[in-house]
């Protein structure tokens, strides 16, 4: 008897491998991430990324870096099974703690503008790094023993981390300098430089992603964790301690947001607690819904988390070099279309298969009017001037937008009258 | 294979269509500019600190600039970039500005005047070969002076000291005031708040300094907290172009209106209404629209390398303060009733009643100052 030769079956294991690693879902994104840097090169009449593309690419990297650290704690805590929309306050707050502690500890030299000791910037830092996972704690103990859906604890914290973040700041500065302040400047270049160097961040975004992706796929913990998110009932009856998860992943989401808060502060050199991070806690989930998690819970990857925020920023660095200026005005627009458009379709492949319709009875026909005016009202503000002028545009997009889902509903309507009228297997069986 | 090729196309063709929107690279935002630069133009940009219609006024100027000064013709584009009020937003819109190679000039109104953030990307432009301004408000003249070749806007401490002696000359009992602003920080705000305590002088004492980061609601709110907290207030005092409207508003809604001196700086449409209606007792108001017409005539002039417009905008240029243009302001006050007289002012302040202003305002199609 002789055995078969040894490499054959692990090349075809390695193949295999490799098949599976080509045909991951993220690398939709990579191309889709192409397709938006190609775009942006072509529809920038001054060519930006062409002449100039170091420039940019600092920006995007820069960007990317600090949305990245704050969006993996957003992942990790969505593929559990929950949400936290406290990101944006978590990194004000924390920023302005890093602050005040630096204002406690110096407040001569930050008054002044001198530089700090290492031991006043070192002890500053470890003590927001406390309080973020004091914050995610408080959160976990919110919604496991209280009770609260996190939606609803994230949401108080999100509102009133602020104002305690305010009222910290202003009876600090009042007690320390005399003069009430609702802001800290920060001086303190070697401080800064943990943000402004970008090499930095991004070094320090990469590090906690491969982290993060090492505890999701590789131990026990993260796929306590995807159970969790994808049935808790189930999660817990295995006898997996469904409330610690949530602690760890609620802390690892408030002490990532508190780097990004310190990161933050030394970028803007002022700690203001009213409008720094403001709004960011959306970015962190539409770039982990963009990368594929699911707020159903369960489902998502940190690579694909990584994807999402470079995507995100991408195109809001595109929609800047072609809007050009005034850009931010529709930078919200785009990227809630963006969010709405990666997921739907995933979704519509999904639904569809099922001969789901979207836009059926009366509220498919006030979608089709919704969608419609929205595409009038885009086509009269973004497109360009032409001799029809803006309303004209309008109308005739809204119109064409409107005859459009018209003929999809009665697409749909059509598949589902056929699917109705089409024999059943247990009929055919009858008629054998 | 199915999976990623799904996602990829329906992407990419999500993208395509919001690049078909944006109707390959030649669309135009109304609300902000006056245009959008096409192939080969430069643009010269003035970035505002917030949002609100002192603005408005700003842009006019700066429109009119843009037609009298031929910028088309030479290449130009003149555009009023307007920020959401924070500095995190203008670091963002500078950073944006560094990598994008069309822009030759910007003048800006920094939300603070101590943020070193932004005074090094303003440093990092000038590095870049873009000439930089400071309009309405400037950096910290003691420290961060080279981030911007020159100031172009109000006097703003002569301007406190004005609104301060509306405050003495209505109330020579004196009093007590409270000054609602929108950033405490910004260097405007910081001069008019002094301005206000030495033109009002000992007899009036200052009880709060209060911020709203323009937040409209906050400003109104800041008001009805400040006549709660303090009953022997009788001063209100607005720094920034909306607080005049917030602070009148709120006084109408208290009815209490007899028991206030109300002193305001500048002229938002609004406040213009209310001042006829008797809600307000005085107003200090700049001149933005001098201040985007000048900006713009200076930054073209910077990259024209014209030094002619130069010496003649700052013929004190190299001395003490020869980096300032004043655009002037006026003190405005009711037609009738008012007990301020123009011999209560500086020299170079104008003296208008408010028809007057109102008619002037008619002359250069302004709604607001």
């Known amino acids: ?432 | 294979m199915r999976t990623f090729s799904m996602r990829a196309k329906l992407i990419v063709s999500a993208l395509l269509g919001l690049a078909a929107l944006t109707g390959c690279g030649t669309s135009t935002n109304r609300t902000t500019n006056s245009g959008q630069a096409s192939t080969g133009e430069r643009r010269i940009i003035i970035m505002t600190n917030g949002n609100s219609p002192f603005w408005d006024a700003c842009r006019v100027g700066l429109q009119e600039a843009e037609k009298n000064l031929g910028l088309n013709k030479a290449g130009f584009r003149a555009i009023l970039e307007v920020n959401d009020g924070t500095p995190q937003g203008q670091i963002d819109k500078l950073r944006q500005f560094a990598s994008q190679s069309d822009i030759v000039a910007l003048g800006i109104s920094p939300c603070d005047a101590a943020n070193l953030a932004v005074a090094e990307l303003m440093r990092d432009l000038k590095k870049r070969g873009v000439h930089v301004v400071t309009i309405d408000s400037d950096m910290d003249r003691e420290t961060l002076r080279d981030t911007r070749f020159a100031f172009i806007g109000t006097d703003n401490l002569a301007g406190g000291r004005e609104l301060g002696k509306c405050a003495k000359n209505l109330r020579p009992e004196g009093g007590e005031y409270v000054t609602f602003v929108g950033r405490t920080g910004a260097q405007n705000a910081i001069d008019r708040v002094e301005g206000v305590r030495q033109g009002a002088g000992d007899k009036f004492k200052a009880l709060d300094n209060m911020a709203d980061e323009t937040d409209l609601t906050r400003a109104r709110e800041n008001v009805r907290n400040a006549i709660r907290n303090h009953p022997k207030l009788n001063t209100l005092v607005g720094i920034w172009s909306y607080n005049a409207p917030a602070i009148a508003d709120v006084v109408k809604e208290m009815n209490n209106r007899k028991q206030f001196t109300i002193v305001t700086f500048d002229a938002e449409p609004l406040a213009i209404r209310q001042m006829g209606e008797g809600l307000i007792d005085a107003m200090v108001v700049q001149n933005p629209y001098q201040m985007g017409y000048q900006g713009v005539r200076l930054l073209k002039a910077l990259v024209e390398k014209d030094q002619g417009i130069v010496k003649e905008m700052f013929p004190n240029l190299g001395k003490t303060d020869g980096d300032i243009y004043d655009t002037g302001i006026k003190v405005v006050v009711p037609d009738e009733g008012s007990a301020l007289k123009p011999e209560m002012f500086d020299k170079k302040t104008e003296f208008l009643k408010l028809s007057d202003f109102q008619r002037w305002l008619k002359k250069y199609d302004l709604t607001g100052s």
Request: hydrophobic fraction near 50%.
């Open chain 1, 1 to 432: 008897m002789t055995s078969a030769p040894p490499s054959v079956p692990s090349r075809a294991s390695a193949y295999a491998s490799l098949r599976r690693a080509l045909l991951r879902p993220e690398w939709g994104l990579v191309l889709a991430v192409a397709a938006v840097v190609v775009l942006t090169g072509l529809l920038d009449d001054r060519h930006n990324y062409w002449y100039n593309p170091g420039d940019s690419a600092i920006n995007v990297l820069r960007q990317t870096s600090m949305l990245g650290i704050f969006s993996l704690g957003a992942a990790i805590v969505i593929i559990s099974g929950g949400i936290d929309l406290s990101s944006g306050s978590v990194i004000a707050f924390s920023g302005s703690i890093c602050a005040t502690l630096m204002v406690l500890m110096a407040p001569e030299e930050m008054k002044a503008a001198r530089l700090l000791g290492l031991g006043t910037i070192s002890t500053a830092i470890v003590g927001t790094l406390v309080v973020g996972l004091l914050i995610g704690s408080l959160h976990a103990w919110l919604i496991t023993v209280v009770g609260l859906p996190p939606f609803v604890a994230t949401l108080a914290t999100l509102v009133g981390l602020r104002s305690l973040g305010r009222a910290i700041v202003e009876n600090v500065t009042a007690a320390t300098w005399g003069g009430r302040s609702t802001q800290i400047q920060i001086y303190d270049s070697r401080f800064r430089y943990l943000a402004t160097s970008v090499w930095i961040p991004a070094v320090l975004f990469v590090v906690l992603a491969g982290l993060a992706w090492l505890l999701l796929s590789r131990t026990v913990i993260g796929r306590h964790l995807h159970a969790l998110g994808g049935n808790e009932q189930a999660a817990r009856l295995s006898g997996i301690q469904t409330d610690r998860l949530k602690w760890l992943a609620y802390c690892i989401s408030a002490v990532l947001s508190s780097i990004a808060g310190i990161l933050y502060i030394g970028d803007q050199s002022a700690a203001h607690p009213q409008t720094l991070g403001q709004g960011y806690e959306l970015n962190a989930i539409a770039a982990a819904v963009v990368g594929g998690c699911s707020l159903r819970g369960g489902v998502g990857t940190i690579p694909g988390t990584v994807l999402g925020v470079l995507f995100l920023r991408t195109v809001i660095d595109g929609v800047a070099k072609v809007i050009k200026t005034g850009a931010d005005v529709y930078e919200g627009l785009i990227v809630g279309s963006v969010v709405v458009v990666a997921v739907a379709f995933t979704q519509f492949r999904q639904a569809g298969g099922r001969g789901k319709r979207f836009l059926s009875g009366p509220l498919g026909i006030a979608t089709a009017i919704n969608l419609s005016l929205l595409a009038g009202v885009l086509a009269a503000l973004l497109a360009p001037k032409t001799f029809l002028g803006e309303g004209m545009l309008a109308l005739i997009t809204g119109g064409v937008t409107l005859l459009v889902l018209i003929v999809l509903r009665w697409i749909e309507g059509r598949r589902t009258g056929n699917a109705r009228t089409a024999p059943l297997p247990s009929d055919k069986l009858r008629s054998a």
